[in-house]
T-cell receptor
């Protein structure tokens, strides 16, 4: 069964600094996708970044980058130059391409950006 | 693009009543997902459809829950009868299989069963 582990229930970062949110996953499949979502206090789930298991380059989207280490089965999210608006819950998720296409989420990390 | 649209945003009902949650996916998307989020269990996949056909409903908690997708632009999740433990935020998401299957979520429906 798929398993997504986010070991940091809460993280604090100073405004304008970088922060790394950890995510490890467990799968025996070779083809899968990794996702990060942001959930602010308003409740919506916002897609941030995607990494495919066959992608050789780490994904980047603006201030977000995904540190993908396939052998270690980790997919950490790096947020550079943190802003107050980055304070939110962050969820890591994985979808196995050939396993019914469903997606499993980690428990989330609550990030607080301090001014 | 209007995004995934869910209604209502908030629903308060009494135990035993029927509840219907609605979802309009992003136009052109061929997958639709229903999730439930609670503090205790996190985000759980309930059911998903591909081209309007239910593919996996193993996450539906019990027979009181049912979901339909009569056409490509509309889906419902029904709870009958509702119970207090059904109180949660219910999300609908849609994705397009050709475009990495990234799921885009609606704003959610916050359900409170008294």
């Amino acid at each position: 069964a798929q398993k997504i582990t986010q070991t940091q229930p809460g993280m604090f970062v100073q405004e304008k600094e970088a922060v790394t949110l950890d995510c490890t996953y467990d799968t025996s499949d070779q083809s899968y996708g990794l996702f990060w979502y942001k959930q602010p206090s308003s409740g919506e789930m916002i897609f941030l970044i995607y990494q495919g298991s066959y992608d050789e380059q780490n994904a980047t989207e603006g201030r977000y980058s995904l540190n993908f280490q396939k052998a270690r089965k980790s997919a950490n999210l790096v947020i550079s130059a943190s802003q107050l608006g980055d304070s939110a819950m962050y969820f890591c998720a994985m979808r196995e391409v050939y396993n019914n296409n469903d997606m499993r989420f980690g428990a989330g990390t609550r990030l607080t950006v301090k001014p | 693009d209007a995004g995934v649209i869910q209604s209502p945003r908030h629903e308060v009902t009494e135990m035993g009543q029927e509840v219907t949650l609605r979802c309009k996916p992003i136009s052109g998307h061929d997958y639709l997902f229903w999730y439930r989020q609670t503090m205790m269990r996190g985000l759980e996949l309930l059911i998903y459809f591909n081209n309007n056909v239910p593919i996996d409903d193993s996450g539906m908690p019990e027979d009181r829950f049912s979901a339909k997708m009569p056409n490509a632009s509309f889906s419902t999740l029904k709870i009958q009868p509702s119970e207090p433990r059904d109180s949660a935020v219910y999300f609908c998401a849609s994705s397009f299989s050709v475009a990495k299957n990234i799921q885009y979520f609606g704003a959610g429906t916050r359900l409170s069963v008294l």
